[in-house]
């Protein structure tokens, strides 16, 4: 069993950065693929970005290409989503999650097994 805990979100103004946290326990992420997800009130879980642990490229969502990015420390067990010019569409709240997907179901919910608990990410104009 993978737990996993999300932190670092908040209430922002465009333009601004927030950075995401994943954490969990010592070795739990090996031989996984984290993703972020989002999903907004209304709409469908969004995929945001995902890496493999042991290494390899990172993939983005569309819509967070060139403003957000996946990073991890091996140390600390964590995986971060760096979240650079903000603007109210991103507002959501923000998932992290663990599975094992091949390459073309990466984007897909369904692909992972572990959620986070989400945290709440808040972008006003």
């Known amino acids: 069993q993978v737990q996993l805990v999300e932190s670092g979100g908040g209430l922002v103004e465009t333009g601004d950065s927030l950075k995401l946290s994943c954490a969990a326990s010592?070795?739990?992420?090996?031989?996984?693929?984290v993703a972020w997800f989002r999903q907004a009130p209304g709409k469908e879980r969004e995929f945001v970005a995902a890496?493999?642990?042991?290494?390899?490229?990172?993939y983005y969502g569309d819509s967070v290409k060139g403003r957000f990015t996946i990073s991890k420390d091996n140390a600390k067990n964590t995986v971060y989503l760096q979240m650079d010019r903000l603007n109210p569409s991103d507002t959501a709240v923000y998932f992290c999650a663990a599975g094992r997907p091949i390459v073309s179901s990466m984007a897909n919910p369904s692909s992972y097994y572990y959620w986070g608990q989400g945290t709440q990410v808040t972008v006003s104009s």
């Open positions: 890496r493999r642990w042991g290494g390899g490229y990172p």
């Open positions: 010592e070795g739990a992420f090996s031989g996984y693929t």
